[in-house]
């Protein structure tokens, strides 16, 4: 909001785990008008509870919501791109099954050219590299640090 001026109308991009930060932002996107692009690998999408929930918010509010595993459809004309890590606390006896399964995952400057000319990153940090590469995760286009600044005031 602070960038964009607002919210409404805006599309985010979530590429990576279907996790608890994935959740939050289903379950306020579309109440603030924004659309909704999930990619995550099959076996990896997000909660199925929550899942219709957003669907029936998306119905109510008349945003869209897509579901996806391809990266690149998710990111197409997306303002947002976000991700988080890929093994959350208490899954690394997973990383390898992991980094397996989210292969082709990774936010790269290809993965923005799908997306809208305006297009920012976000990432609530940490970050590892296979998840964004320095060159997005250190552009002009990342809000990481803004968005860490910003949270701070959260906690």
């Given at each position: 909001?602070?960038?964009?001026?607002?919210?409404?109308?805006?599309?985010?991009?979530?590429?990576?785990?279907?996790?608890?930060?994935?959740?939050?932002?289903?379950?306020?996107a579309?109440?603030?008008?924004m659309?909704?692009?999930?990619?995550t690998p099959k076996?990896?999408?997000?909660?199925?509870?929550?899942?219709?929930?957003?669907?029936?918010?998306?119905?109510?509010?008349?945003?869209?919501?897509?579901?996806?595993?391809?990266?690149?459809e998710?990111?197409?004309?997306?303002?947002?791109?976000?991700?988080?890590?890929?093994?959350?606390?208490?899954?690394?006896?997973?990383?390898?099954?992991?980094?397996?399964?989210?292969?082709?995952?990774?936010?790269?400057?290809?993965?923005?050219?799908?997306?809208?000319?305006?297009w920012?990153?976000?990432?609530?940090?940490?970050?590892?590299?296979?998840?964004?590469?320095?060159?997005?995760?250190?552009?002009?286009?990342?809000?990481?640090?803004?968005?860490?600044?910003?949270?701070?005031?959260?906690?």
């Amino acid at each position: 909001q602070e960038h964009y001026g607002g919210l409404n109308g805006l599309t985010i991009a979530w590429i990576g785990d279907g996790n608890n930060v994935l959740h939050s932002i289903m379950m306020s996107a579309a109440k603030l008008g924004m659309h909704l692009r999930i990619a995550t690998p099959k076996g990896f999408e997000p909660d199925l509870r929550i899942t219709q929930i957003t669907e029936q918010y998306s119905k109510e509010y008349g945003t869209k919501l897509l579901l996806t595993t391809d990266p690149l459809e998710a990111a197409d004309g997306a303002n947002v791109l976000v991700t988080d890590t890929w093994i959350s606390m208490g899954q690394e006896e997973e990383k390898k099954e992991r980094l397996k399964a989210f292969q082709g995952y990774q936010i790269t400057m290809q993965t923005a050219k799908s997306a809208a000319s305006n297009w920012t990153f976000l990432h609530c940090l940490p970050r590892k590299p296979e998840e964004v590469d320095d060159e997005v995760f250190y552009s002009p286009q990342s809000l990481v640090f803004q968005e860490a600044e910003n949270r701070k005031w959260t906690i």
